[in-house]
Each structure stands twice: as C-alpha cells, then as structure tokens.
C-alpha cells in the first residue's frame, strides 16, 4: 500500500467515526477547539510582544531615569525596614514563590498551598537606589528548588543528600522560587519618584528614615497591558530568548489545533 492509499483509507476511517457523533457533541468540540485556537494565538502574540518590549526599551540609570514606564538594570539588597525570608526554607531572601504538593493514592500529587511574597525590596545600580514593589509582576529567576518530606511545613530544607533521600518517602513535596541579596535584577515598571510623606501613605506599615526626602520607586501602579511589569534575575538576552521560545511552543500549539479542527470538519462534513 503506498502512501496516497494508506492517507485515504486513514481519512475514511477518520470519516467513519466522527459521523456518529452526535451533532451537539460535535459542535461543542469544534467550538471548544476554537476557543482554545484563540487562546494559543494571544500566548504566542503576548509572548512576542514582551520581548520585543524588553529589546525596544533602553536600560537608564537610576539617578537620571524619566518618571514614567522605564527599565532598571542593578543589583538587590535587602530593605533593612523590610526584612523578608522565605516561608518554606526560612532563609533571607528579597522575594520568594512557593509551593506545597500532597500526593494521594487515587490523584497523584496535587497542589494544596502556594503563594508568594509582597514585601518590598531594593534595587541599586551605582547612581542611586529604588524601591521595588513586586506585587503584579511578571517575576523569573533562575533559583527554583524542590525536596520532600513529611509535614505540611517542612522545618527549613534538607541539609544534605541524605535528608533529601530520606525526605522522598514523604507525601509533601515543596517547590520555592527565590531572589536574593546581591543578584541581578532586570527590571520594568512605572517608575516615580515621592517625597516621604506621600510614601508614606501609600505604604504605611514601613518605617522610613526622616532624612529620606525622596524615594523612587518601581510598581505596577499606572500602566496598562502594552506596558508589561517584568522583574528578572536571569540574564537580559536570556530573558528576550525565553519569552520568544514561549512564543514559539505556543505557536506550534495553535497551528496543532488548527489543523486538527480542520481535519474535523472535513471528515464530519459531506
């Protein structure tokens, strides 16, 4: 059998079976499809347009940044009015992510606790520094770190690989994502700059020193969608790399699914 008879016969079999679909199933699974097409579609275009905002926008210093949308490039450190450290871990860190999975007979591991951190943080880069309020960015970082073990909260992480082979016999597992004190940060946000005592309203529960007559700050407050808010520890061309892999997997997907639904509707309809 060559090819042409082997696709044909596939197609008719493909024909067969759809053909006693009833024509509301049918339709709802096309719709479906469609729906899901329009999704992939904005993933792979949102991806796209984050790189493309990250190589259009030029890094500025933040002593001589215009207020506004702008990108920092520096290094972070620790607000010593806002010390933050991680929930699972227990270590110091600038932000964290996290995790707690159970794992269960009939389901297999299942999310059952997760959040992250909204403590503020700073950013200096040799001509000043700026506030960084991470609630509503889009964060990456390159230090992700899971083990396991047998309580919900474990007490702090194993210390050795023995702790860790030990631990797997548990039913918890837990994945952290963490920045730290003196890693890189490439950052994108609104960028403004208040005296004390609006600051102070805006963020009431920190303590700030009464010679700070200004502070920058770094936020989501203010922009729109065209403007995203992204912090990053990973490398710049590494970051515009990702988003447009990103870009690229879900493009394959919508091209998948179109071809899939298309193959649908030729087989079901005469």
């Known amino acids: 059998m060559n090819l042409s008879s ?43 347009k984050r790189a493309r905002v990250i190589e259009d926008t030029p890094t500025a210093k933040i002593r001589s940044v215009a207020q506004g949308y702008a990108e920092l490039l ?35 591991w299942r999310v059952i606790e997760h959040g992250n951190s909204a403590a503020l943080f700073g950013l200096k880069d040799g001509t000043g520094v700026c506030i960084i309020d991470p609630k509503g960015a889009e964060i990456s ?17 194993p210390r050795s690989w023995l702790g860790r082979f030990w631990g797997a016999r548990g039913k918890y597992r837990y994945t ?27 963020y009431p529960k920190y303590e700030w020193a009464s010679d700070d007559d200004s502070i920058n700050l770094l936020s989501k407050s203010g922009l729109d969608k065209q403007n995203p808010f992204v912090l990053s520890a990973i490398d710049q061309k590494k970051s515009i790399r990702k988003y447009r892999i990103d870009a690229f997997i ?12 298309g193959w649908l509707l030729v087989a079901r309809l005469p």
């Open 74 to 108: 520096g290094e972070q450190y620790i607000l010593a009015n806002s010390p933050s450290a991680t929930k699972l871990s227990r270590l110091p860190c600038t932000w964290h992510r996290y995790a707690i999975e159970f794992r269960d007979q009939q389901s297999g």
């Open 141 to 157: 970082t390159p230090m992700v770190d899971q083990w396991q073990g047998f309580n919900r909260y474990p007490n702090g992480k």
């Open 6 to 48: 082997f696709l044909q016969q596939v197609f008719y079999n493909t024909k067969s079976v759809f053909n006693v679909i009833p024509p509301q199933v049918f339709w709802f699974m096309v719709g479906m499809g469609g729906l899901f097409i329009l999704y992939f579609m904005y993933q792979s275009y949102k991806g796209l």
């Open 176 to 202: 952290e994502w963490t920045m730290h004190e003196g890693m890189p940060l490439h950052a994108m946000g609104n960028f403004h700059t208040y005296s004390l005592q609006p600051f102070k309203v805006l």
């Open 250 to 261: 879900w493009f394959i997907a919508y091209m998948s699914l179109l071809a899939g639904i």
